[in-house]
């Protein structure tokens, strides 16, 4: 066992058969429960197949679905233990036959992968990959597009305008930061909730900064006194969900990203996959191109909380399992890469 896979306990060798082989890292839960679970393996490093790009990966995006998948909250069809993540960072290392666009070298970035995305080296279909723009980097823009894509189809099923006042409820974690940039971007005035050490990282990004806790409903109205058009729930209380059916008058404006459950029950909307929810995967899919194109120009800023290296994934699921901080986590699989 090497000092790199010692950092998170557990080593499963792959034995070679046949000729040499190149491996490759990979992490991935060895069954349902906490993050103790998480095990590296060095697997065969994958070949491209028709239309297939391989990328020799930087970073890769981490998000509180990759916990949740294998934690047995979201069930137990073992399926949920196939594959970690969405999407990565990297360059290419290899491209399949009929692939066009793209050679070895190409600095690329993709919102997912074909398999899981928590290896050092993964397979993409070339259609979902985008080059990446000057000036970005590898953990930023891995970051992007779970986030980002989600951020924008909340954007979308509540038809938010310009002039409009939205309430972002969990303003400073991952997706909440992408929510209230898009939000301000489109003109809105967004007032958001977070704790109050992230008061002031709000206000870097454009919101009016409330802190949760009891009394929210007041201290909204205190900052929107013409009262809130539309509200995105990014944490899931109890109290987020009151606060939004209290203030927001139109049902079809409130949306979820966590409480399934509390929109089938009062009727708002709930976004992504889970019971009732709209997958708004077009819309999603359609966003990245233009999430990556605002984060090249400065106008959307990704921040990173923590880069752990990607034999570490369970030391970052535990810290996003925390529910709170700002921003992102991202993993590092190749520290070369700079
Ligand atoms: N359905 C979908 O398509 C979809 C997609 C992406 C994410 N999600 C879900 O959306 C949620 C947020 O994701 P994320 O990536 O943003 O997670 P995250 O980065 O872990 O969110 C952490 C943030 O939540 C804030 N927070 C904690 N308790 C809060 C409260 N009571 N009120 C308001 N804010 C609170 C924290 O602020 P403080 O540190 O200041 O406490 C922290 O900034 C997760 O439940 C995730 O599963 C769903």
Known sequence: MTEYHRLVGRYVPVPARGSVRVMTTQVRPRTFGDPDVLEVREVAE??????QVRVAVHA???NPWDVTSYSGRAGTDPTLLDGLGSGVSGTVSA?????????PGDPVTTRRV????????VLVAEADLLPMPAGTSYETTAALFLKGGT???LLEATALTAGETVLVHGGAGGAGTMA?????L????VIATAGARNADYLISLGATPVTYGEGLADRVRGAAPDGVDVAFDLVGTDEAVAVSL???????????VVRFDAAGEHGFRALGYGPGGELGSDVRAAAAPELLRLHALGRLRVEIRHAYPLVQAARAHRDLETGHGRGALVLIARPEHG
Not at 114 to 121: R, T
């Open 46 to 51: 994958p070949e491209p197949g028709d239309g």
């Open 60 to 62: 890769i995006d981490v």
């Open 95 to 103: 491209v399949g036959p009929g692939v066009e666009a793209y050679e």
């Open 114 to 121: 074909d398999g899981s995305s928590y290896a050092s080296d």
């Open 151 to 153: 951020a924008a189809h």
């Open 180 to 184: 209230v940039q898009l939000a301000v």
């Open 186 to 189: 489109a003109g809105a005035r």
């Open 246 to 256: 209290e203030l927001v008058a139109d049902l079809r404006r409130i949306a979820t």
